[in-house]
C-alpha cells in the first residue's frame, strides 16, 4: 500500500515537472514561436537602411516617390510629413495646387548598403523621371541616417501625437473655461435686467396708484371740512357790558365791616 502510494507521488511530481496537457504543449510551442520570430524581426530591422529627406518637391505623394525609388532598391516603408495646415490655406487662397503637399519625408530600404548607396549616389541630382512630370527639374535633398531605427521615428511620431493632443485638450479646457465664465456672466446679466424691469414696474404702478390715490383724498378732506356760522362767547358778551363801580356796590350792600 505504502509502496503504491509513494508510486502514485512520483507520478504527479513528474506530471508538473513535464507537463503532459495538449493546452501547456501548444502555449509552450507559441512562445517559443513567438521569440524566434523577434529574433528573425530585430534581426532584420538590424539590416535595414533609413533614409532622411529634407524637402519634398511639390505634386510629390508616397506612391510616386515609392516608384522613383524602388528602381535602386527595395522599400520596406516611406512616411511623408504633411505640410503645415495654414501654409495649405495660404496656398489655395492664392490659387495654388489644391492638392495635399509635404514637408519631409522617411524612407525604409531592406538593406543598410543599400540606402548608403541611394544617399550617395542621388543626394544633389536632379529628379529627372518624365519631363512632363512638375518635379523633374528638382533636385534630391536626401541622408542616409547611421544608426537610425524605424521605431525611433514611430517613437518619436507618437510623443509629437501625445504632446499635439495635451496641448490640444489644454486649448479645449481653456476655451470650455472661457465659455463657462462669459455664460455665467451672461446669466447674472439676465438676471440683474429682469429684476431691474420688474423694479420699474412696481415704481410705476406705485406711482399710478398715488397718482389716483391724491384726488380722492383731496375730496375727503373737503367733504368733511365744514364751517358753520360761530357765535360770540358768552364771557366776550359780559366783558362788553357797562359794569358798575366799586363805590355804587359798597353803597348798596354796604361794607363789609
Known amino acids: 500500500m505504502e509502496q503504491f502510494e509513494q508510486e502514485a507521488d512520483k507520478a504527479v511530481l513528474r506530471e508538473e515537472e513535464n507537463p503532459k496537457s495538449n493546452d501547456e504543449r501548444r502555449e509552450i510551442r507559441k512562445k517559443k514561436r513567438k521569440k524566434q520570430q523577434l529574433l528573425e524581426e530585430t534581426a532584420k530591422a538590424d539590416k535595414r537602411g533609413v533614409c532622411y529627406l529634407s ?25 511623408l510629413t504633411p505640410e503645415d495646415p495654414a501654409a495649405q490655406v495660404h496656398r489655395k487662397r492664392a490659387g495654388g495646387f489644391r492638392g495635399k503637399e509635404f514637408s519631409e519625408g522617411w524612407v525604409e530600404f531592406s538593406r543598410k548598403s543599400v540606402a548608403k548607396r541611394v544617399a550617395k549616389m542621388l543626394n544633389g541630382e536632379q529628379i529627372g523621371g518624365k519631363k512632363r512630370s512638375t518635379f523633374f527639374y528638382d533636385l534630391w535633398n536626401i541622408k ?18 501625445a504632446s499635439r493632443e495635451q496641448k490640444l485638450a489644454l486649448e479645449i479646457s481653456a476655451a470650455k473655461k472661457e465659455r463657462d465664465f462669459y455664460l455665467s456672466k451672461v446669466e447674472k446679466s439676465r438676471a440683474l435686467t429682469a429684476i431691474e424691469e420688474r423694479m420699474k414696474k412696481k ?6 396708484l398715488g397718482a389716483t390715490a391724491e384726488p380722492s383724498q383731496d375730496k375727503q378732506v373737503t367733504k ?31 361794607s363789609g365791616s
Open 203 to 208: 415704481q410705476k404702478v406705485q406711482q399710478e
Open 55 to 79: 524637402r519634398i518637391p511639390p505634386h510629390m505623394d508616397p506612391l510616386k516617390l515609392r516608384q522613383i525609388l524602388s528602381h535602386y532598391g527595395e522599400i520596406l516603408r516611406i512616411y
Open 144 to 161: 542616409y541616417l547611421s544608426k537610425f531605427k524605424w521605431e525611433d521615428l514611430t517613437g518619436e511620431i507618437a510623443y509629437k501625437n
Open 224 to 254: 368733511v371740512i365744514r364751517q358753520f356760522p360761530q357765535t360770540r362767547p358768552v364771557d366776550t358778551v359780559v366783558q362788553n357790558k357797562p359794569r358798575l363801580s366799586q363805590h355804587i356796590l359798597a353803597g348798596v350792600f354796604g
